[in-house]
């Protein structure tokens, strides 16, 4: 059988595993910096849990997880024989792979809220599945680098959130907007088009205006039986450049609006901020997401062919679902895939990142081989990387060997070194050799490596 990989999902190289560890490492580093600290998930999470906090397309998108054993056992045989999946589902599955990383966390709050303080300031990273057609930057299986405090009400934290986002891009050398809207912005005004009930509906739609244009959302707005006065109004408020020019259009409108009190609150905690990225408020942000309830943010590369590099926003009442209220928060996600790929596209990544062996150890014959096992322990016994090649003899074969796992040393050992208690060093970028005393390779090394 020839093998293969699911669909939406990818195998990582080691020179690749390293280039994700080192972009996990900066936003870690910002994360911390921030005084964030870090938990865990489990990967999977009851479905009752995952189901009714993403909206309907995300409930269709959950990875659902076959019940243990034989699970048709319990299942409904009138549901079976008519081929309904949706009444089927309950009693064949009873857990599914976490969509996201937000609603786990505020189950992970509710029961351990006695083992916590709050304000609650938490990173994780870990990877998501989501049952999406898979396309450029987009895939069934992939991590997500999330940051959220909770437990406080303070607009202080959207401002915080947009400064991580800000020193991460720049660490990484990744242009990006950084688009910031309020859904009570996006609620008052369906509200004062007379078309509250369709809120939902509404919002998932304006949310694909960047995908599909404004004629796209017309077209979809007409099948939603939104009415012509409605969504002139609509193009009217979606056309809106500034913060200022959102208060005009309220005030022409009466519309006392409290979305718009909070993201200037938001912007003014900003306004001293020196910022390497733009920051700028979007009327057309929308965020699908059904959870959100007041700022959202939305982070796109400036200079790269890509959607969403990450988003969030401040969810007031998501712990509710899990009978806890009063427990509001606010959380940014970094896409790591998609930034991962705008890296590797332009070349982002240092040069030097991919330096697993400081040395390789390359021995002629069985007496020289266990000379160089020794002193490879002693290099590791010394923090030193390095490894010996396992058979000694064949020198073609073995350097082949060293410059295919692209070793900046080589330290060669045979029979006339080992009579002369010397080896061989030869770096493998110049090509330059030099001899060194076996009983000082150890500290010479160290010294070489050092600078």
């Not at 998930?41 to 909206?55: A, M, V």
Request: proline share 4%; net charge negative; aromatic share 10%.
């Amino acid at each position: 059988m020839k093998p293969s990989i699911p669909k939406g999902t990818r195998d990582f190289l080691p020179e690749q595993v390293i280039k994700r560890n080192y972009l996990f490492k900066v936003i870690k580093s910002v994360f911390e910096n921030f005084a964030y600290v870090p938990i865990e998930t489990p990967s999977f999470e009851s479905l009752s849990t995952l189901t009714g906090k993403y909206g309907e397309e995300g409930d269709r998108l959950l990875f659902k997880i076959l019940n243990n054993g034989d699970f048709l056992a319990d299942s409904d045989e009138q549901v079976l024989k008519d081929k309904d999946s949706r009444k089927l589902l309950p009693s064949i599955s009873k857990r599914g792979l976490r969509y996201d990383l937000t609603v786990p966390f505020a189950r992970f709050v509710v029961m351990h809220e006695n083992e916590i303080s709050f304000p609650f300031k938490r990173y994780q990273i870990q990877p998501v599945w989501r049952a999406d057609r898979p396309q450029k930057g987009r895939y069934q299986e992939f991590y997500q680098c999330d940051a959220d405090a909770i437990g406080s009400d303070s607009l202080m934290y959207e401002a915080e959130l947009i400064c991580i986002y800000d020193q991460v891009f720049s660490k990484i050398k990744i242009p990006v907007e950084i688009r910031v809207n309020n859904r009570k912005i996006l609620e008052e005004m369906i509200d004062s088009i007379g078309e509250k009930e369709k809120f939902v509906a509404i919002t998932v739609i304006i949310d694909k205006l960047d995908k599909i244009g404004w004629q796209g959302v017309e077209n979809e707005l007409i099948s939603a039986k939104i009415n012509n006065e409605a969504i002139k109004s609509l193009k009217e408020y979606l056309d809106l450049e500034d913060i200022s020019s959102l208060r005009d259009y309220f005030s022409e409108r009466n519309i006392n609006s409290y979305g718009l009190k909070e993201i200037e609150e938001v912007f003014s905690f900003l306004s001293k901020e020196k910022f390497i990225n733009k920051v700028k408020f979007d009327p057309t942000l929308a965020r699908g997401l059904n959870y959100y309830t007041g700022t959202i943010f939305e982070v796109k590369a400036t200079d790269a062919n890509m959607g969403s590099l990450g988003g969030g926003g401040r969810y007031a009442e998501l712990t509710e679902v899990f009978d806890r209220k009063g427990m509001s928060g606010v959380g940014i996600s970094f896409g790591a895939e998609r930034i991962y790929d705008v890296m590797l596209e332009k070349g982002l990544f240092p040069e030097k990142l991919f330096d697993p062996v400081d040395v390789l150890f390359i021995t002629l014959d069985e007496r020289s081989h266990h000379a160089g096992f020794s002193l490879v322990s002693k290099l590791r016994n010394n923090n030193i990387r390095s490894d010996i090649y396992p058979a000694p003899g064949n020198m073609k074969k073995q350097m082949k060997y060293a410059n295919a796992i692209r070793v900046p040393y080589a330290a060669i050992i045979g029979s006339n070194e080992l009579e002369n208690n010397i080896l061989i060093l030869k770096d493998m970028e110049s090509g330059e050799q030099e001899e060194i005393m076996l009983t000082n390779f150890v500290i010479r090394f160290t010294e070489k490596l050092i600078g």
